[in-house]
């Protein structure tokens, strides 16, 4: 088959905040194939930046947009998706949003190869298998302890065995005011659940306000203290690991959702002593480099965790990477009340069985399927015009 048409829609609550809330609007791409079938992906950026990586004028050879790229090519096997992730780079080699823009095409070529040939992603990846995992419920923390606790206790009552509290007032404040917050957070979820914290890079290159912290999370019960410090801080990440282990803190040190290449997350993994790494398929250029990140960390023996803030499309894409590894047993489910988190692939979704765990669906492609209604509720219409020349003007899906 080969890829016919490449569809953007920019979809956005009524009112965005500055919260940090990536639940809040999206780019979601869909391909439609020769032969009727459609994929659909989504990317983790400003949608409207990562749009003109699809639609904008050649500059040069390193400098030609996506759908150039990608219209009118076969698209039939694994490979071709690989190859077809390949020229995109290279038509996009010196375009800075590269990597994010085409992960919502790379996202929907593999939904669109799964259908085509009857296999569910995971498969297409070379997995035999698709293993549960525990969901976390993804939140930020309350404006104050108490708050905190309140939305640790709703998890709770929605029945999530985990949860990962983060941003918000996090580091903003004295060391005390930290601890008290993720006290509140054991607090409200109670001993049994795995808590994780994520700090938002807050401290920058700062070692010493991130040891004291994950020092006094340790004895709170914290799994892992996620992005203490900025992503290109590689040498303090280091430095902070090396200090947790000499001192037997029990915590592990966690990142890479800002790795936007597969070469920043290899970097992060082989120098910042993780032990956990973060990535998201939204941000590091779709399914295919998420997959080479979670086998290298296999090889490396890091635990692979995927960074999801987005929709049901996106967990799903992002379980299908690491369904098949069966030591890799968390994944991120945004826990929100956004209604694009569970309304853009109502009502299908990556849901909780009995037990409270996921897996990839056995179904063909990601295995969900993209609300119309929901796109055509939140789309806000746009139109790039250059010289009286339209590059792009938004349809009904």
Request: charged share 25%; with cysteine.
């Amino acid at each position: 088959m080969k890829i016919e048409e490449i569809d953007l829609f920019y979809v956005a609550l009524p009112a965005i905040t500055r919260t940090a809330d990536g639940t809040q609007d999206s780019l979601v791409v869909r391909i439609r194939t020769d032969n009727g079938l459609v994929g659909w992906g989504e990317c983790d950026a400003s949608p409207l930046v990562s749009m003109t990586a699809y639609v904008m004028p050649m500059s040069h050879s390193n400098i030609i947009n996506i759908s150039e790229a990608l219209i009118g090519e076969t698209l039939d096997s694994p490979e071709d998706v690989v190859r077809l992730r390949t020229k995109a780079g290279e038509y996009g080699l010196d375009v800075q949003q590269l990597d994010h823009a085409v992960a919502g095409a790379d996202i929907a070529m593999w939904d669109a190869l799964g259908k085509h040939l009857g296999e569910p992603v995971w498969k297409l990846l070379g997995q035999s298998d698709s293993y549960k995992k525990l969901p976390y419920a993804s939140v930020l923390f309350g404006d104050d302890p108490a708050e905190t606790k309140v939305i640790a206790e709703s998890i709770i009552e929605r029945e999530f065995r985990a949860a990962k509290f983060g941003w918000g007032p996090m580091g903003r404040g004295s060391l005390d005011d930290d601890v008290a917050l993720v006290q509140a957070a054991r607090d409200g979820l109670g001993s049994g659940a795995k808590l994780m914290v994520d700090a938002g890079v807050i401290w920058g290159d700062d070692v010493d306000a991130a040891y004291e912290r994950a020092e006094k999370f340790a004895e709170i019960g914290v799994v892992w203290l996620e992005e203490p410090l900025r992503t290109e801080e590689v040498g303090a990440y280091r430095a902070l690991s090396d200090r947790v282990r000499e001192n037997d803190i029990d915590i592990g040190i966690a990142g890479g959702e800002g790795a936007d290449f597969y070469r920043s997350a290899d970097d992060m993994m082989t120098n910042a002593g993780l032990d956990f790494v973060q990535i998201d398929v939204g941000r590091i250029g779709g399914i295919t480099e998420a997959k080479r990140v979670a086998d290298r960390a296999r090889e490396l023996g890091i635990q692979y965790v995927n960074h999801t803030f987005k929709s049901h499309l996106s967990v799903a894409a992002s379980i299908h990477v690491f369904a098949g590894f069966e030591e890799f047993d968390l994944i991120e489910y945004p826990a929100g009340n956004s209604p694009l988190v569970l309304g853009l692939t109502e009502p299908t979704g990556v849901f909780r069985d009995p037990d409270g765990l996921v897996r990839a669906s056995d179904a063909s492609g990601l295995g969900v399927q993209v609300n119309l209604d929901a796109i055509r509720k939140y789309q806000r219409m746009v139109k790039i015009e250059i010289d009286g020349e339209v590059l792009f003007e938004s349809r009904e899906p």
